[in-house]
Structures are given as C-alpha cells and as structure tokens.
C-alpha cells in the first residue's frame, strides 16, 4: 500500500537561512510526488511536483525539492527563508499502478520561520 | 475567474442532524474529492469520483454521503451516523489526467457539532 511519511511535526529556522521541510514515501511503483502549502483557515496551495525526469524540481514562491529514489525522498527546500514562508506543509504521493485518482497526504510539517 | 467555491465556510449543527456542505467547481475539471482534516492527522479522504453519476469510497466513508449529478458540484452530507463530525472538511479537484496533475483546493468548510 502506498503511504507518505514527514518524520517532523515542526521546524523552526531563522530567517535568511536554508530550510528543508521532509517527506518519505512507499508506492509499488515509481511514484508521482507533490508538495502542498496551507495558510491558516484555508485550503491547500499547490507549491510543486515530480512525476519524470530531472531530480530536482523548481516551485513557486522560490521552493524546490529533490527527488531521491534510492532513498524514497521528497525532501521541500528553499535556499533563503522568510517570515512569510511559515505556514503548514503537506507531502503527497500518488502511486500509478493503484486507483488513478487517490492521492494520500502526510500528516503536514509546521514551518515558522523567525525574525 | 476560475476556482473551487465550498460554503459555508462555517457551519455549526446539533448532535442527530444531518447537514451537507455544498463544493462547486468551474475549472471543468473531471475528479472532484472530499478530504477530513484533523489536527496532527493531516488529510484523510472521504469520497472521490472520476466522473458524472460515479463515485468511490476513501478511507473514512463512514458516516458520509455524497452525490455528483453535475459535473460542476460534489456535496457532501455528513450523517447523523458520523461519530466525531467535528472538522475541517476540504474538496477538491483535478484534471482528466488525474494521475499527473495537481490537485485544486477550496477555502475549506469548518464544522462544529455542538
């Protein structure tokens, strides 16, 4: 069965640092891997994926991930973060040999980023 | 402009009652889904459906009904059955090339049951 994990509930980092937010996952197949951000009382914002190709995808909002099959990661990062970057974080992951349109979420990683 | 639209955005319903949270899309997007959000449980899904008249159960359908007559909306009923209604309710939608798409999420509704 497919499955997502993001091993940190919380990470804090100062602003004007590196940050990198997390992500693991478990698919029979090659796996199709997205990154989601949620502002308070609102829906989910799609930040990026991987589905082929290069390793490393670019976002928006100046984020990116790399995608490592040996290790099954999907690790969220952004050279430089910023106050504004602090919001909660979701992973997804969909396997493309089970049912086309379930997609299972993380359990989220809380980003603050301080002054 | 194009978007998913969820109301109410906040709902409050005593205990025995049904109440449905209505989702309208205009993005004429094919699969629409319901999601539960919890806290530290991240999104669990409810109910999807690839296409008009079609729907499937997720991984916590108990207690929920949905209907999809119209390819635009995908509301949602949580039942008198559901034993801890109480959340953030998310829908959302996506592409006919579901597989490699993203996903488009309303503003979400929160319910509380008194």
């Known amino acids: 069965a497919q499955s997502v994990a993001q091993p940190e509930d919380q990470v804090n980092v100062a602003e004007g640092n590196p940050l990198t937010v997390k992500c693991t996952y478990s698919?029979?197949?090659?796996?199709?891997l997205f990154w989601y951000v949620q502002y308070p009382n609102r829906g989910l914002q799609f930040l990026l994926k991987?589905?082929?190709?290069?390793?490393l995808v670019k976002g928006s909002y100046g984020f990116e991930a790399e995608f490592n099959k040996s290790q099954t990661s999907f690790h969220l990062k952004k050279p430089s973060a910023l106050v504004s970057d602090s919001a909660l974080y979701f992973c997804?992951?969909?396997?493309?040999?089970?049912?086309?349109?379930?997609?299972?979420f993380g359990s989220g990683t809380r980003l603050s980023i301080r002054p | 402009d194009g978007g998913i639209t969820q109301s109410p955005k906040y709902l409050f319903r005593k205990e025995g009652q049904n109440v449905t949270l209505s989702c309208e899309q205009n993005?004429?997007?094919?699969?629409m889904y319901w999601y539960r959000q919890d806290p530290g449980q991240g999104l669990r899904l409810i109910y999807y459906?690839?296409?008009?008249?079609?729907?499937q159960k997720g991984d916590i359908a108990e207690g929920y009904s949905v209907s999809r007559e119209k390819k635009e909306s995908f509301p949602l009923t949580v039942t008198s059955a559901q034993k801890n209604p109480t959340a953030f309710y998310l829908c959302?939608?996506?592409?006919?090339?579901?597989?490699?798409?993203?996903?488009?999420f309303g503003e979400g509704s929160r319910l509380t049951v008194l």
């Open positions: 959302a939608s996506g592409a006919i090339d579901v597989n490699t798409g993203e996903l488009f």
């Open positions: 698919v029979s197949g090659n796996p199709y």
């Open positions: 991987y589905i082929t190709g290069d390793n």
């Open positions: 997804a992951v969909r396997d493309p040999l089970s049912s086309a349109s379930k997609i299972i």
């Open positions: 993005l004429n997007h094919d699969a």
């Open positions: 459906s690839q296409i008009v008249n079609d729907f």
